[in-house]
């Protein structure tokens, strides 16, 4: 656990060295890190899907399934883990407003990746556009300080799992509702 911990901590500080010679690179990141504050990309395009008969239940599996990733991965497991963020932690200054709360896993990374499976499971093209998106969010929470590679890639594989079982269930469930 000491060597996770410590690539953890390295590549924040790596960032942390790095970055601040690059504003371009920072300004960028901090246009993608927001799209992703609040799942609000991912809420409007869930919204978005139920507008069309044809994709309707895939905006509803994607909006029940990032209701159940905030509800778990914001509400319990933050709360459980209480890791603090690395810029706390390693006293530095993140490049984008602090955020609140605590760091284990990411939020923004546990909706990105719901958004995109779910978009994924519906159109492999623009899902594979859509996981490029979460990834990028993703790994702007690290180069931005404010969250541990672990944090994102835990959020990322949390999103991941919801997006499928959440997909399963309701389309299991879809099937027995309109098969009667």
Known sequence: MDAIFNIDKNLILYFNEVIP?????????????????????????????????STRLNGIIMLVALTI????????????????RPFIELGLQPFISEPKGFSFPSGHSTASFIGATCIFLTNKKWGIYAYILALLIALS????????????????ILGIAIALIVTALLKKLNNVLTNN
């Open 21 to 53: 010679n690059y504003p371009i690179l920072k300004n960028i990141l901090a246009f993608i890190t927001h799209l992703g504050d609040i799942g609000f990309i991912w809420i409007a395009l869930g919204i978005f899907l139920t507008i069309k008969k």
């Open 69 to 84: 990733g905030s509800i778990l991965g914001n509400g319990i497991l933050k709360n459980i883990f209480e890791r603090q």
């Open 141 to 156: 929470r690290v180069v931005l300080l404010v969250h541990y590679p672990t944090d994102v890639i835990t959020g990322a």
